[in-house]
């Protein structure tokens, strides 16, 4: 066993060994995926009071750090949420495996047939705080994408990161994959993050699951590229033609269906000429308990600049009358964060516009914002999202976790 006061030793070690597990799942059958994904949930499922119990731990250890509520919101496991963590599993499992498959195939002119087909990435560093579902569904993805993962969790989740982490090694085994296909950082030492973030070597992507400090910090300090987004600055534009429940409904779900995720609401900007409606919106946040900052319509206490561009995670919404669609437009360019917007609206021309002008990774039409998830894309869960424009982009799911090679295949074929 590495000592593991020595944290770089203890990192390279790991490195190593995730090197050597992930040549060997480039090449295992996609049975032998499904077989450890779906043993895996079993296993979870056969632990979940041992699960319950650890996240006892961290809930308590998540108190006395003084976790926000919403941050404690984040960290809780129930035996609901752990259904959730198994159905994602098996959701996972029964996808098709990406790898090997043919993105793209062409003959040419001199009898070459060449095919692009996807490949796994290699080695895949997840950092992330306070959520421990996410060694299961990071888990899931990097290894059904043919990849080895190195994870390391939040100290606020240690005791639950573990315990899921053994159910996922217990399906490997099941399926005689090599256990360091996903491996977790053993420590808390933030020194495992710095060190993680240089190990070229070792691994191919960073992906960041965490605040705004975390993420900026693997952004500023990665030497491995960076699958990410620093903020999820969501913006919601009610037009002039809005259809008035729809809109209600929508607002009120992406804002409190869950305050501490990245997909929830933060700003609310409405046409001028649907003011009333922007007031009975406000109206209905208000009397679910949400602080509205506001400007152009009566809110909880006037906005400020501060307000725009906030992502508050919390039961707190900035909101704000624009004179057109041209103005919402430029007001989410400035101070979103290309994450996820969305427009009401009964109009096509509008949408078509919102959605040409706006480069956002998830533009929505009329839908609840809290749907930028990727278990809600069909991808059976997501190792985060991301938004910017090399490689990946959105949901990251199991065939954003690949990347390609191409097959050209002659019969003698000799170039001029």
């Not at 009898?111 to 421990?132: A, F, K, M, Q, W």
């Not at 990251?396 to 191409?406: H, M, P, R």
Request: hydrophobic share 45%; glycine share 10%.
């Amino acid at each position: 066993m590495t000592d593991q006061t020595n944290i770089p030793d203890l990192m390279a070690d790991i490195g190593i060994r995730a090197r050597a597990a992930a040549k060997v799942l480039a090449s295992a059958s996609p049975d032998s995926k499904t077989l450890a994904l779906n043993a895996a949930a079993d296993a979870v499922w056969e632990s979940r009071e041992k699960i319950i119990a650890a996240n006892a731990l961290d809930m308590e250890f998540g108190r006395d750090k003084g976790l926000s509520d919403a941050m404690m919101d984040r960290l809780m496991l129930d035996e609901d949420r752990i259904a959730g963590m198994v159905a994602g599993l098996r959701s996972v499992a029964a996808q098709d495996d990406p790898v090997g498959a043919v993105t793209e195939e062409w003959e040419q002119p001199n009898g070459l047939n060449i095919r692009r087909v996807r490949t796994p990435l290699g080695v895949i560093g997840v950092i992330y705080e306070s959520r421990p579902n996410v060694t299961a569904d990071a888990g899931a993805l990097c290894l059904k994408a043919g990849n080895a993962v190195i994870l390391r969790g939040g100290s606020e989740g240690f005791n639950s990161s573990g315990a899921i982490h053994a159910a996922l090694q217990v399906g490997l085994k099941a399926a005689g994959l090599p256990v360091d296909s996903v491996q977790l950082v053993p420590t808390r030492d933030r020194a495992a993050v710095r060190e993680m973030l240089t190990m070229t070597d070792s691994i191919d992507v960073i992906v960041p699951r965490g605040g705004k400090g975390l993420v900026g910090l693997v952004q500023r300090e990665a030497r491995v590229p960076v699958f990410a987004h620093l903020e999820g600055i969501v913006h919601i534009y009610i037009d002039k033609d809005a259809d008035a429940e729809k809109a209600r409904a929508v607002v009120l779900n992406a804002k409190t269906r869950r305050t501490g995720i990245c997909g929830a609401a933060e700003c609310i900007l409405v046409h001028k000429d649907a003011q009333a409606l922007g007031q009975q919106i406000v109206d209905d946040l208000i009397a679910a308990g949400v602080e509205v900052h506001a400007q152009g319509v009566n809110g909880s206490v006037p906005a400020t600049q501060e307000d725009w561009g906030t992502e508050y995670l919390d039961m707190i919404i900035a909101a704000k009358v624009v004179d057109s669609i041209d103005d919402a437009i430029d007001h989410i360019q400035t101070f979103g964060s290309n994450h996820t917007d969305c427009i009401i609206t009964e109009d096509s021309a509008a949408v078509n516009t919102f959605f040409a002008r706006l480069d956002s990774a998830i533009l929505m039409h009329n839908a609840s914002t809290q749907f930028a998830d990727g278990g809600e894309f069909g991808m059976g869960a997501e190792i985060g999202i991301a938004t910017g424009k090399m490689h990946a982009r959105g949901p990251v799911g199991a065939a954003q976790l690949t990347s390609f090679k191409y097959l050209v295949v002659g019969d003698g074929a000799l170039r001029a």
